[in-house]
């Protein structure tokens, strides 16, 4: 006799997947969302926050204009022309062109100075940060690691610093070079700025030291650098990072008051802030070329500014 095949009809509930097996299948909903880190997160509300897109698309500007002016003139910041170019007025229309922004009082393209001043002011900000960075983060991991009489050491190490007037202590320092480079600037800032960062960081350590990660590794026989550079500094470089991100837009100011005085940069440098010292004589009759590098200073400053107060936002989980 031919076989009859028995067909079990299976009643599936909502939700099920039925196979041509009859076997009903369990739908477990959507798959889980893999959980996200602190950097994923803040990434994730950074592309979404208008203030860091704007702020960071304005950085990206002044970096590659620091770092090839000659995409944004063909004149030279240095090339003066009293004759044809004394205190010349704006030229508007002119876009790019060397006598966009007028010239100063040595007939020297304002537009031009402007370009190539981003290089320094940027370079004196960038430099010093990543200075201060290192040795604020050293110096805050020692004390806050290994306590005792090191952190009391180090802790009144950095009160007198924090004691001296930043830009008093800046005028001192630099008074006592003749030759005011770029690297001589970083040098002087990176000296007396590092104490803020420290403090952070060793607040940080001493939070995080208490974890139970950090105690099992050094159940298990870790050496001290490796706890401190896999297991603390990992989960200590938001604050720091938040801190030095903010800082960089107080560093360009600095330097441009630095040279505005008189002490920054030598007077064979471009730099906005001597630009500004210079224009200041000419205020009442060629105002721009005051307001020109000021306003510039201004803009890259407030990008900075902007820019750390986002990734402030994002890294903090206090402010989500």
Do not use: C
Not at 77 to 91: M, Q, S, T, V
Not at 173 to 202: E, H, K, P, Y
Not at 270 to 294: C, F, K, M, N, Y
């Amino acid at each position: 006799m031919p076989d009859k095949t028995v067909e079990k009809k299976v009643e599936a509930l909502p939700g099920d997947t039925v196979s041509t097996a009859g076997v009903v299948v369990t739908d477990s909903g959507p798959a889980p969302e893999k959980a996200r880190s602190l950097w994923s997160d803040a990434w994730h509300d950074l592309r979404r926050n208008p203030l860091f897109l704007i702020s960071a698309v304005l950085i990206v500007f002044l970096l590659v204009m620091s770092l090839w002016p000659g995409l944004f003139t063909s004149a030279s910041p240095r090339d003066a022309d009293l004759a044809k170019h004394y205190l010349g007025k704006p030229n508007w229309g002119h876009v790019f062109a060397p006598d966009w922004f007028g010239y100063d009082v040595q007939g020297r393209s304002i537009y031009a100075r402007v370009v190539y001043g981003a290089r320094a002011s940027i370079t004196v900000a960038v430099g010093v940060s990543l200075a201060v960075t290192v040795i604020g983060t050293v110096i805050g991991m020692i004390a806050g690691y290994f306590g005792g009489w090191t952190d009391t050491l180090l802790s009144r190490v950095t009160d007198i610093f924090l004691g001296i007037p930043f830009l008093l202590g800046a005028l001192v320092v630099l008074n006592s070079f003749d030759d005011r480079t770029v690297w001589v600037v970083i040098m002087a800032l990176a000296f007396l700025g590092w104490t803020q960062i420290a403090r952070v960081a060793r607040g940080a350590v001493i939070t995080i030291k208490q974890a139970d990660y950090v105690v099992a590794a050094k159940a298990l026989g870790a050496s001290t650098s490796r706890i401190l550079f896999r297991h603390i500094l990992p989960n200590a470089l938001a604050p720091i990072i938040v801190v030095a991100t903010i800082a960089l837009g107080g560093y360009i100011a600095a330097e441009a008051t630095l040279s505005f005085l008189g002490v920054g940069l030598g007077d064979t440098a471009v730099s906005w802030g001597g630009d500004v010292a210079r224009g200041r004589e000419q205020l009442r009759i060629a105002p721009h070329t005051l307001i020109i590098p000021s306003v510039m200073v201004s803009i890259t400053v407030l990008s900075f500014l902007m820019f750390g107060d986002a990734v402030r936002n994002a890294l903090d989980p206090k402010l989500r």
